[in-house]
């Protein structure tokens, strides 16, 4: 697929990964293993195939170690793109059948729209905040390593750091609580 996808004139492929952790792609019943989207973003690329990748925080059951596995996984597969949202539930989906007894209300369902509603999560959504902070530097980070950037490489590192060292004191303080 990939093969004649260039033949036709393909130069970009976005895949719909939503987490590295297969746990989380379980969770989701994706029905995919995060191996086989690893794989398929670097076939694309070594066609010469721009991809990129979406990303998905926040899901019911998701921890602190899916998000760490998830850095992993975009480390590992290397997209040229990839967006990360906090997940939201669209009324008449799965997600939203999962988590409407949770659900924080923000107003009437027809005046609201879907990324404004939220549910309760594993953690708050400053936190995933910080989350989706960390991974964008963390991997982007990664990618100037890859290039020999080093300036730019210092400073995605450094703020990586300081957004998993917030995300750390986040979960700190609100355990004291």
Not at 64 to 69: A, N, R
Request: charged residues 30%; hydrophobic residues 35%.
């Amino acid at each position: 697929i990939i093969r004649h996808l260039k033949d036709t004139g393909c130069q970009l492929l976005w895949i719909g990964a939503e987490s590295g952790s297969q746990k989380v792609l379980d969770l989701m019943d994706r029905r995919v293993k995060a191996q086989q989207v690893r794989d398929m973003i670097r076939l694309a690329g070594s066609y010469g195939i721009k991809t990129g990748t979406f990303i998905m925080l926040g899901y019911p059951g998701e921890e602190q170690v899916d998000i760490v596995e998830t850095i992993r996984h975009l480390k590992s597969a290397g997209p040229d793109y990839f967006t990360i949202n906090l997940a939201y539930p669209i009324k008449g989906t799965r997600l939203h059948k999962e988590v409407e007894k949770t659900m924080i209300s923000k107003g009437a369902w027809v005046e609201t729209p879907d990324r404004e509603l939220d549910f309760k999560r594993t953690y708050s959504r400053r936190y995933y905040d910080l989350a989706i902070r960390r991974i964008y530097n963390e991997v982007n980070a990664h990618k100037e390593m890859m290039k020999g950037n080093a300036a730019a490489y210092f400073r995605h590192s450094l703020k990586s750091a300081l957004s998993r060292a917030a995300m750390q004191l986040y979960n700190w303080s609100n355990l004291k609580k």
